[in-house]
């Protein structure tokens, strides 16, 4: 039976690789995949999906204005597909991850959905607070703050490494912007 699965986490906790993996698994058995990511986020390349390990998979694109649904149903027309995988789900909104859910329920195809949680701000993306509502099945990708412990927040830095408390809710950055962190350390950062 297929379901709508949400994987999150914070920063640099390796969900991009758990999602290449994926789709490899799929690929190695004969079978094929899906993959979409956000059309504004080229960090591996406009219509790639790309790991801070190196691995790299070619991937449609999706904007906030795309049905989801439609274009899954479009890839299934064209032939036979295992899986659905989305890269960076946080961006979408509530309305396309309906579709997904959609997609699911009415094609019968398994969605795995990979992204992070919370913003830099501390609260849910769009997209992350209706797959939370939604997803048959959730797994938290851990990483750990430099402390050790779990990491759950990120903050977004400047230039000099201070953390930034207001700002656009979606900024595409990776190492250079971002720091996962334990709770903790994420307040004492922001100053709360």
């Known amino acids: 039976m297929a379901k709508l ?5 914070t920063m640099n906790a390796g969900k991009s690789t758990l999602l290449l993996q994926a789709s490899y698994n799929y690929i190695e058995r004969g ?15 406009q219509g790639h999906i790309g790991s801070r390990i190196g691995l790299t998979a070619e991937a449609d694109l999706y904007s906030e204005r795309d049905n989801l649904f439609g274009m899954i149903k479009a890839r299934l027309d064209q032939g036979p597909c295992a899986c659905v ?22 094609l019968g195809v398994p969605v795995m959905c990979y992204g992070l949680r919370v913003d830099f701000r501390g609260e849910l993306f769009p997209g992350s607070s209706a797959l939370l509502a939604l997803a048959d099945e959730m797994r938290e ?26 700002g656009a809710q979606v900024e595409v950055g990776g190492n250079d912007r971002y720091v996962s962190l334990c709770r903790r350390h994420w307040r004492e950062a922001v100053g709360r």
């Open 141 to 166: 990708v851990r990483t750990i703050c430099h402390c050790g412990k779990k990491a759950t927040m990120v903050i977004r830095v400047d230039e000099d490494g201070n953390a930034l408390t207001e």
């Open 31 to 45: 079978m094929q995949t899906y993959l979409l990511t956000a059309n504004f986020d080229d960090r591996a390349g």
């Open 5 to 9: 699965y949400f994987n999150y986490s």
């Open 85 to 106: 995988l989305v890269d960076e789900a946080q961006w979408m909104s509530k309305e396309q991850v309906w579709q997904l859910a959609r997609a699911v329920d009415d």
